[in-house]
């Protein structure tokens, strides 16, 4: 098969079997390798995956995690600590922490006993602050927020040194505790590191590490009313936890000189590197919490889980599996520069591992009535039907079949187009799994003029699908038995955004202007067949012909069965990578 373009580079691209040779190593893993090699860290490799809990992990997340906890897993004795990023009490909840921790471990990864909290070394970062200040790299700072941002200068320009940058230690000192102490207002007052205002990285001109905040933080409560800036607290909380590679993404490359700054200045025993790599970009949608947050926010989808959001919450109540999400994290790779990957691929690879473990069932979304008039009336049958064809080892199970049939609306045409297979008046096409069948007549409603019900008669010679004489039938169909199927609401989606880019939003426009309003549609008079009676919450299946379908989780409820279509059968990434193939 020949791999679709992704944002790996072309070397990578010609071996797609990841960590097949030593050449094939990714950036990340290939510095990993040569600081093993030059004896640092005494052989130790140690990540981390440090999640903000404000909000819910996204499948950009699940590249980092794959990444962090992947790496941990190829090197022996090899870590990755889940760390939670709580520094920022005003938009954190324990609501994200647990969902975060759930959506880890369905992905396949553990963290053991190395679950850690930025808060947890709230008191250890305090002390280092005091450090800094002691030795004239930090001062108290009573410029108000917008008089810091008004003299911290430009790109072109150099910033202003503060008036209370040459504060004596002693005062400095005394302030910071009364700072501690809640003797301030919120705002009234920052610790800054003394660092060069003049700086061409805007990062390092005085950059703000503490400020007053009495807000109540989810595990520490009310103890401290000064709070510590994510790239202080950052680096030492890595520092603090041994790690050894501290992998981000791109967005941070400006922060490096200060992650090390930090650093050096407080002489830590362990000095992690810092590594950047390309987040993912997925097309169709934003990978963005506060984005995911607006539309969470303003009712534009159901919630964090909504089937249509990339977080994997939404994900999962799709029907997605973790090992496709995997397999997608493991092919996209890692690069230095910034792409937009094809949700389509993404599919591919849900679809690959649906092929294999989805049992087969049937299902008619839209249901056409079908009278077999030759099928005696008080007769029914079951028929065996195999569970998966290619997995001999998942079975058969049996299926109903009847006098009276539903089959799709759109199987039917009383005019049929040219390649038009399926059933038509006079024509015969094969029932899956149970016979031929021959249509007859059609009878409609008299005033509407739509059509109420197919009547056709079926040949026994052709049990299980197949005929005697030879005689062949182009088309195949799906079907129920009235009597015996059970109603289903299913829901279809569809792209979140229309555009392939939400991000790159145009003049006097927003993001959400590009959302699908095609994106969800409720079918409520769908009819499957019965062994769906005892599916489980979040069971998959493959519903023969139409794609594949998870039986929602939430919202089937009171003996109603809602599933929700994970993905269509058509593989779209085929299309693409066939018109890819043609530019060579
Ligand atoms: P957002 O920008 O969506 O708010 P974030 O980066 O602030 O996300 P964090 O909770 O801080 O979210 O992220 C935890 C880790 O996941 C970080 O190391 C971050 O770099 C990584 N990460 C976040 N988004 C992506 C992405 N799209 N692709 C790869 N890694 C990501
Ligand atoms: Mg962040």
Not at 77 to 84: A, D, E, I, P, S
Not at 355 to 360: D, I, L, S, V
Not at 499 to 522: Q, T
Request: net charge negative; proline share 6%; aromatic share 10%.
């Amino acid at each position: 098969m020949r791999m679709p373009d992704t944002e790996k580079d072309s070397t990578a691209l010609d071996n797609p079997v990841k960590n097949e040779s030593a050449s094939s190593l990714d950036f990340i893993r290939a510095i990993i390798a040569e600081d093993l090699k030059a004896g640092k860290n005494n052989g130790r490799v140690a990540t981390r995956f440090p999640p903000e809990p404000n909000g819910y992990l996204h499948i950009g997340h699940a590249k980092s995690i794959c990444l962090n906890f992947g790496i941990a897993a190829e090197h022996p004795g090899g870590t990755c600590n889940l760390r939670f990023d709580d520094t920022n009490p005003t938009k954190e909840d324990v609501e994200y922490v647990e969902s975060i921790k759930e959506d880890i471990k369905w992905l396949g990864f553990d963290w053991g006993d190395r679950l850690f909290y930025a808060s947890d070394y709230f008191e250890q970062l305090y002390q280092y602050a005091v450090q800094l200040i002691k030795a004239g790299k930090a001062y108290v700072c009573d410029l108000s927020p917008e008089e810091i941002r008004n003299t911290r200068g430009t790109l072109t320009e150099p910033g202003q040194n503060s008036p209370y940058r040459n504060r004596s230690v002693e005062e400095n000192l005394e302030l910071f505790e009364r700072m501690r102490a809640g003797e301030f207002e919120d705002g009234s007052r920052v610790l800054r590191a003394k660092i060069d205002m003049a700086s061409p990285n805007l990062n390092m001109r005085d950059p703000t590490i503490y400020r007053i905040r009495r807000v109540t933080h989810h595990r520490t409560g009310n103890k401290w009313c000064i709070y510590p800036m994510y790239d202080f607290a950052h680096c030492l909380s890595d520092s603090i936890e041994g790690i050894t590679h501290s992998i981000c993404t791109l967005e941070f490359e400006n922060n490096r000189p200060l992650y090390d700054w930090f650093l050096n200045e407080l002489n830590v025993k362990c000095h992690p590197r810092q590594i950047e790599f390309a987040r993912l970009n997925l097309s169709h949608t934003v990978l963005s919490k506060r984005k995911l947050h607006e539309l969470v926010e303003g009712g534009y989808v159901s919630g964090w889980d909504d089937p249509r959001m990339p977080t994997l919450a939404g994900l999962r109540r799709r029907g997605y599996t973790p090992e496709a999400i995997r397999n997608f994290c493991d092919r996209i790779g890692v690069a230095k520069r910034d792409s937009l990957v094809d949700i389509a691929l993404l599919e591919y690879y849900l679809r690959e591992d649906l092929n294999k473990r989805a049992p087969r069932v049937m299902a008619v979304l839209r249901p056409l009535r079908v009278v077999i008039d030759n099928y005696p009336e008080d007769q029914v049958e079951e028929l065996v039907a195999e569970n998966n064809p290619e997995d001999p080892s998942m079975g058969s199970r049996k299926i109903p079949f009847s006098r009276i049939l539903y089959i799709e609306q759109e199987d039917f045409r009383e005019d049929p187009p040219k390649k038009f297979f399926r059933l038509a008046p006079g024509r015969e096409v094969r029932l899956k799994h149970a016979y031929y069948i021959k249509c007859t007549d059609v009878v409609k409603d008299k005033d509407s003029g739509q059509i109420v019900e197919l009547h056709c008669t079926y040949d026994p010679a052709t049990r299980g699908g197949w005929s005697s004489d030879g005689r062949d039938v182009k088309g195949t169909l799906h079907w129920v038995s009235a009597a015996h199927s059970i109603p289903a609401e299913v829901r279809l989606y569809d792209h979140l955004f229309i555009k392939e880019n939400p991000n790159e939003v145009e003049p006097g426009h927003d993001f959400k202007d590009y959302l699908n309003p095609n994106s969800l549609e409720i079918l409520t008079s769908c009819r499957v067949e019965p062994s769906l009676a005892s599916a489980k919450p979040g069971s998959r299946y493959q519903f023969l012909r139409l794609g594949y379908f998870c039986l929602d989780p939430v919202d089937s409820v009171n003996g109603l069965l809602v599933f929700n279509r994970t993905v269509g059968l058509r593989d779209s990434w085929a299309k693409i990578e066939k018109a890819q193939g043609g530019k060579g």
